[in-house]
């Protein structure tokens, strides 16, 4: 009886469903192999926003303010930073040392431009936690000024959303700045790491 009833319930969906479908994929023709193979190729051949990205690869000396209160001074440190391609110049990976609220620090990030969706993508792990945090944003016409948003989870609960502003100034150049918001309060800079290429 179970089964038979099972069977009836599963007809009826097909049923209902099997129109909608036909209706879906009318008219349109299952793409030619060929074709979508040259579509992947192009999606994944490195563009200009990766020959920029490239050109950031080497040592950097680091300069860092941080702004623990809002109206208060910050407090400067530095550190250093190696950038280099990977993936055959398809990302931009960084590992980062410094400090960070006074304690020891180390970052890394991948960098990314996606040819499908129009959008970089940073992916940043370091030592003040264990999760990956992941922003996505777009890029000035020149590509020189990218403005990424992301979230995280707050240690005791909530999240907490960031805007970050990555300035390619030159060659041996960049800034990027961090906006964040606590609990839906009014966004304030967090941050500010300023980057010289060392000599």
Not at 87 to 106: N, S, W
Not at 153 to 161: D, F, K, R, V
Request: proline content about 5%.
């Amino acid at each position: 009886m179970h089964i038979r009833s099972f069977l009836l319930t599963l007809l009826c969906i097909l049923l209902t469903t099997s129109p909608v479908l036909a209706k879906d994929m009318k008219g349109q023709k299952p793409m030619d192999p060929l074709a979508m193979m040259e579509l992947w190729k192009q999606a994944a051949t490195p563009g200009e926003p990766h020959k920029l990205f490239a050109t950031l690869a080497g040592s950097w000396i680091t300069t860092t303010k941080e702004w623990m209160e809002p109206g208060q001074p910050p407090t400067e440190s530095t550190g250093t930073a190696e950038s280099n391609m990977l993936l055959d110049g398809r990302v931009l990976h960084q590992e980062f040392h410094g400090q960070m609220m006074g304690q020891p620090f180390t970052g890394m990030s991948i960098d990314a431009y996606d040819n499908l969706r129009k959008k970089y993508v940073t992916i940043w792990v370091d030592t003040r936690g264990t999760g990956v945090f992941i922003m996505e944003g777009t890029g000035s016409a020149d590509g020189k000024t990218i403005t990424l948003r992301g979230s995280q989870a707050e240690p005791g609960g909530g999240q907490m959303s960031h805007r970050a502003i990555w300035k390619i100034i030159d060659a041996n150049n960049q800034l990027v700045e961090m906006y964040s918001t606590h609990h839906g309060q009014k966004e304030t800079k967090m941050m500010e790491i300023t980057y010289t290429r060392k000599e």
